[in-house]
């Protein structure tokens, strides 16, 4: 069974930054992806960054491109997503998720975190 659990998330005013740490368990693929998403009150679930494996190609919202930055560890299997959040603004309030993705030709296979808050306030 799959679970992706979610931390870091918190209150961090204007400019700060955050680091948001995603671990999941039972996820045993060698093909995958893995992003965060972030959902605002009264808006869309959006993409932030997504990362892939194998290679590591990482690509980016262009709201957050300079600023946050995505990356993981795969620790014999045990994988751990991070996003190093810096420069934050408010508008970067929302509740951040994290989605993997495993693909096992022909299926893919999503997962969904719980998600954890950020709010960005002085």
């Known amino acids: 069974q799959v679970q992706l659990v979610e931390s870091g998330g918190g209150l961090v005013q204007p400019g700060g930054s955050l680091r948001l740490s995603c671990a999941a368990s039972g996820f045993s693929f060698n093909n995958y992806a893995m992003s965060w998403y972030r959902q605002a009150p009264g808006k869309e679930r959006e993409l932030v960054a997504t990362?892939?494996?194998?290679?590591?190609?990482?690509?980016?919202a262009d709201s957050v491109k300079g600023r946050f930055t995505v990356s993981g560890d795969n620790d014999n299997g045990k994988i751990t997503l991070y996003l190093q959040m810096n420069s934050l603004k408010s508008e970067d309030t929302a509740v951040y998720y994290c989605k993997a993705v495993g693909r096992r030709w022909p299926r893919s296979y999503a997962y969904w975190g719980q998600g954890t808050p950020v709010t960005v306030s002085s």
């Open positions: 990362i892939s494996s194998p290679g590591g190609s990482t690509n980016y």
